[in-house]
């Protein structure tokens, strides 16, 4: 199991972050400033690190430098800001990527997958070929199948279908796929989940009116049904 340290000082976004990759079967800590950052890295033996760029007391890329002093684990840096010159900045001070917020969950979980296999670490997550009955997901390279016809999805489309494939018979609720699909900054109508649901139904359900996969959990949510 790989072991991931999650530091941020947005304590909402660090709950999300550490629920999501939790799901994904990774061992995850926390903090929440830079100097928490090193010395957490220094008596833990981690396996990739997620670090925010604008914390208290030092800030990401002092932390990324100091860090690096002592190890050569893999470092995704979090930041507002998207401009080359931070990247670059950050690239320099040891990080091995950048993720720009506000970012799409499953965008960090590609991150971490494939920058936990470039490293050598055994992944829990890296199913690249998704399938449930007809349907058929490439997670890789964002395709999809009904009966072996390929189907057009939107991103968001994409992302609720991946999410729902990869975790066959566990129920979510609107507002959890809101925060997990959407962002944990989404702000939006729960019934954009049921349009998107709806949607997929009708491109990827043999009979939309009768769904063999996407199910309604009524009073609850939405799940992917275990073949």
């Known amino acids: 199991m790989a072991k991931i340290l999650v530091v941020d000082d947005e304590q909402v976004l660090v709950k999300g972050l550490k629920f999501n990759l939790e799901h994904e079967g990774y061992q995850v800590e926390v903090g929440y400033d830079g100097e928490q950052a090193v010395e957490l890295a220094r ?6 690190i997620l670090l925010d760029l604008m914390m208290p007391k030092i800030d990401g890329l002092q932390a990324c430098m100091r860090i690096r002093e002592f190890s050569n684990v893999p470092i995704i840096m979090l930041t507002a800001k998207g401009e080359d010159s931070d990247k670059i900045m950050g690239f320099e001070y040891g990080a091995d990527d950048y993720i720009t917020k506000p970012f799409n969950i499953l965008e960090v979980k590609a991150r ?7 490293s050598g ?7 690249a070929i998704l399938q449930a009955g007809h349907i058929r997901l490439d997670a890789g390279g964002r395709a999809a199948w009904r009966d072996g016809v390929p189907v057009e999805l939107t991103a968001k489309e994409f992302d609720l ?4 494939l990869r975790n066959p018979g566990r129920v979510y609720s609107r507002e959890n796929l809101l925060n997990v699909v959407w962002g944990y900054e989404y702000i939006g109508d729960y019934r954009t989940v049921d349009v998107h649901v709806r949607r997929l139904r009708e491109k990827l359900e043999l009979d ?14 939405y799940y992917l049904a275990k073949t």
């Not at 008596?43 to 990739?48: A, H, K, N, P, V």
């Not at 670490?121 to 199913?127: L, Y």
């Not at 009116?209 to 309604?216: K, S």
């Open 208 to 221: 939309p009116a009768n769904p063999e996969f996407i199910r309604t959990k009524w009073g609850v949510g």
């Open 161 to 164: 279908m991946e999410l729902l």
């Open 43 to 48: 008596e833990g033996s981690f396996d990739l």
């Open 112 to 118: 971490v997958r494939a920058l936990l296999r470039r």
């Open 121 to 127: 670490v055994a992944d829990q997550g890296g199913m």
